[in-house]
C-alpha cells in the first residue's frame, strides 16, 4: 500500500507562517484577503482565489498548492534494485529508515533505524545482505528509537553530523564520504530542521539516490525548528541541484524524485 504524503495544503501553509512568523491577520494584511477568508483557507476550505494570494504571501507555489488542495498528485512509485524503505510507527504517525545496497556484493547501509529495525534485519537476513554501515540523518527520536538493536544485530559503525549527538555515533563533517561495496555515498549539511541535519547522496545504483531525513518531504519539507530561511537554502542548493532522476528517501512519507519536487512541491515549484 502506497505511503500518503507526510502534509496536507493547511500543513505547507502553517509550516511556511511559522517559518516566516506570520500570524493569520498578517497574513490577511499581506496578501489582500480577509482575515476570515485566510482562516478558512487555513482550516482546509479550498478557495482558489484566497489561496492564489495566501501563496504569493508565503513564497509558495500556488498551482503546486491547488493541486495537494485538490490531491491531484503524490509521486510515482519507485522500485530501485538495491533501495528498501522501513515504514514504521511512532504514536500517531509514521517514520521512515532505509537500507541501501550494493546488489554484487550485498554489502548494505542502513540510514537510521526508525521505531524499530526488525523488519530491516529480517530483510537483510532474507536477501542475505551484511549491513557494513550505520548511517544517521539526525538526531531525532522517532529516526534513531531502535538504534541501540540496530548496532547490536550488526556491529557496524554509527556515524552522524558533529552538530548532534546519538548514543555510539561518531562525527562527520559535510563532505565525508563513505565506500560500501560499489556504492560511494556523500555527506551534505542540509541542517534547518535539526542542528546538524545530514543527506545522504549515494551513486551507484541505477538511479542516484538521496536519504534526506525530514530536510525535505514528497510535496513539502521538515518544520524548521532551526532556520526556516536555511533549511530552505540547503533543500535548493544541495539536493534539489541533484540530477532529476535522483531518489530523494524522506524521513516520513513516499519517496520521490528531484524533478517530482521541482515541479509539485509548493515551497520549490517556480
Known sequence: MAIPLEDSFIDIIGKAQRGLGISDSQLAEKSGASVD??????????????????????????????????????????????????????????????LVWDPASKEAVAFDSGTTCSWMLKHSRDCDLTIKLILLTHAHTDHIADLDRLAAATGAPIYISSRENAPGAQPIEEGKTFTVGKLEIESRLTWGHSPGGMTFVARGLAQPVAIVG????????????????????NNLDKILTLPNETVLCPGHGPMTTVGEEKKHNPFFAR
Open 214 to 233: 525530514d530536510s525535505l518531504f514528497a510535496g513539502s519539507m521538515g518544520g524548521s525548528n532551526i532556520s526556516f530561511e536555511d533549511a530552505l537554502r
Open 37 to 98: 477568508a485566510v482562516r478558512k483557507v487555513c482550516d482546509g476550505k479550498f478557495d482558489r482565489a484566497t489561496l492564489d494570494q495566501i501563496a504569493l504571501a508565503l513564497r509558495l507555489d500556488a498551482d503546486a498548492m491547488a493541486e495537494l488542495a485538490q490531491e491531484k498528485w503524490s509521486p510515482n512509485e519507485i522500485r530501485l534494485d538495491g533501495l528498501m524503505q522501513f515504514n514504521t510507527p511512532y504514536h500517531d504517525m509514521t517514520v521512515n529508515a532505509y
